[in-house]
């Protein structure tokens, strides 16, 4: 199975999942459950279990979610089945209590803000020098891992560990070059030589710059503010119809796990142009919406969110993203690039032995390490002449 959305160069591929029932909570029910279960002495184990039947209402920041590991020492399987939801909660609305209790800029300041990001993705971002980096993703999916005479059992799972893949992206002139060789370490071996589920090319600047572009023409309003490591983030909130859409999400096809290119491989249905809609297959350009989080003094993007509107019963029913930017040292000056993205998509599929199709959800976690500068240097050696 296998799908891609694209912004305008910004490759997306998706091979999908779905929440199985899960305990809906906030942020705060969900630190008093695990304080409760950690003051009952709770193990690692039961932790985890407890984590990864919970579902947040509200976005789970990373310092609230380090808090938390490291006052009650959770263990590596409770501290992961938290990150997991803190992944899956990346394009909620903070809760109330951590919005920062400060008026909204007026029209002026919210307009000069924004001109200032678009002139951060214009110039300074296309700025950056030629490197090289290592984009780490770490695959979660729900499929089932056991296996029966049939195929693989028909059972509800929890998010699990498939893989890890490490990749060299290349960055030259402006723009990404190439993603490189890909080394794996698959806990599930019917993964493929990539990333199954969603992946994304393009943080560093198309992305950005095709979101900007795609907001001025539907609507882009004030949001909130957000305390960061130097000072406050403007948050605004965006709305893209699918009729001034370029982000194109290509998904094909419900198949088994008896294909060999179910899992990342090519298939019908994907080639030519022109919009696909069917109960097996999708491409089109549709509606998205998502945040963009700047800092108010300088106009850089230190977060993106973008989540298309795709139908809930479709073959792709979800594929979201969240891109977060940081200073990063590059041949010994400081720039802003990304430091680490999630990308979460729920797709249809049919596994060897099941009787129809089954929804998977599967959540890719990336961080962008290893950065250098990227060229060449000549060295002339002299030689002495023996005349």
Request: charged share 20%; hydrophobic share 35%.
């Amino acid at each position: 199975m296998r799908g891609s959305a694209v912004l305008l160069g910004i490759v997306v591929t998706v091979a999908g999942s779905a929440w199985a029932a899960q305990q809906r909570m906030t942020v705060d029910q969900l630190l008093d459950g695990v304080n409760a279960r950690v003051a009952a002495h709770s193990n690692d184990d039961e932790l985890a279990r407890f984590l990864s039947g919970v579902e947040l209402t509200e976005r789970l920041t990373r310092h609230t979610g380090d808090e938390l590991i490291a006052q009650d020492k959770l263990g590596p399987k409770a501290a992961e089945a938290l990150e997991l939801l803190r992944d899956a909660s990346g394009l909620l609305d903070l809760p109330n209590e951590e919005m920062p209790k400060r008026a909204a800029p007026d029209a002026a300041e919210q307009q000069a803000i924004l001109n200032a990001a678009v002139h951060y993705v214009a110039v300074t971002f296309k700025g950056l020098p030629n490197f090289l980096a290592t984009r780490l993703t770490r695959s979660f999916d729900d499929t089932p891992l056991v296996i029966t005479h049939s195929g693989w059992a028909p059972s509800n799972m929890q998010l699990h560990l498939a893989g890890t893949f490490d990749q060299e992206v290349t960055y030259r002139d402006g723009r990404e070059a190439a993603l490189h060789a890909v080394t794996t370490s698959g806990k599930d071996t019917r993964q493929g030589v990539a990333p199954p589920g969603l992946t994304s090319t393009g943080e560093f600047g198309p992305i950005l710059a095709i979101v900007l572009r795609d907001a001025s023409k539907g609507k882009i309003v004030w949001s909130h503010w957000e305390a960061a490591d130097k000072g406050m983030v403007a948050v605004f909130s965006y709305e893209v119809p699918a009729a001034t859409s370029h982000y194109e999400v290509n998904f094909c096809c419900v198949r088994g796990t008896e294909d060999p290119n179910a899992y990342g491989g090519g298939g019908p249905g994907v080639t030519g142009s022109g919009p696909i809609d069917s109960g097996n297959a999708y491409r089109g350009t549709p509606a998205y919406r998502g945040t963009l989080a700047i800092d108010e003094e300088t106009g850089t993007i230190l977060r993106i969110t973008v989540d298309p509107q795709l139908k809930t019963d479709g073959p792709i029913a979800r594929s979201a993203m969240e891109v977060e930017y940081g200073p990063v040292d590059i041949g010994g000056q400081t720039y802003t690039c990304p430091v680490r993205s999630v990308a979460i998509s729920q797709s249809k599929t049919r596994l060897g032995g099941d009787m129809g199709d089954r929804t998977i959800l599967r959540i890719n976690e990336v961080t962008f390490t290893g950065y250098h500068r990227f060229g060449s240097s000549v060295r002339v050696v002299g030689v002495e002449s023996t005349n």
